[in-house]
């Protein structure tokens, strides 16, 4: 116990029982703070981060015929993340028959949602067809209605098999 916290070896040494099990009961509580310390620190800074870029404008294009919204990810990652998951919503404030102003979410159906590996980039794909909550809107009117697209990625890391996430809108 000595040798491990650095106490004795000195001129002051504890000369009773009593002295040296509260040194030694001491010495053994400042060693478990220090891993619990050290353990707590390890945790915080090795929790994996997504690191997902997102493309600045969302496009609406032609897409096999059906106008499509489109935008693109990309993994700034050295390693993979697996069984990734995008999901794409639409926000806006409604108007109720109540007259009160509500904000409502739309889950927005894509082409494809999932990816096994996202190594490197990853298309994101909703065509606007007449079930879609974008058809027959415009950009004034979703700038009136305070319209959003939140677009977020779920996976697990590669190296650690830790959940990753990012979020952008």
Known sequence: METLSTIGYGQMSPA?????IVMTVEAMF????????AGLMFARFSRPT????????????EHNGVPTLSLRLANERRNQ????QVSLALVRDEHTTEGEW????????????????????????????TTSPLSNETPSSLTAQGAEIV?????LDETLLQPVHARTS
């Open 16 to 20: 009773t029982l009593y002295g040296n």
């Open 30 to 37: 400042g060693l478990g703070l220090i891993a619990v310390a």
């Open 50 to 61: 997504a690191r997902v870029v997102f493309s600045k404008v969302a496009v609406v294009t």
């Open 81 to 84: 993340i697996l069984e990734a």
């Open 102 to 129: 509500i904000r409502r979410f739309y889950d927005l159906q894509l082409a494809r949602q999932r990816s096994s590996i996202f190594a490197m980039t990853f298309s994101v794909m909703h065509p606007i067809d």
């Open 151 to 155: 677009v977020t990625v779920t996976g």
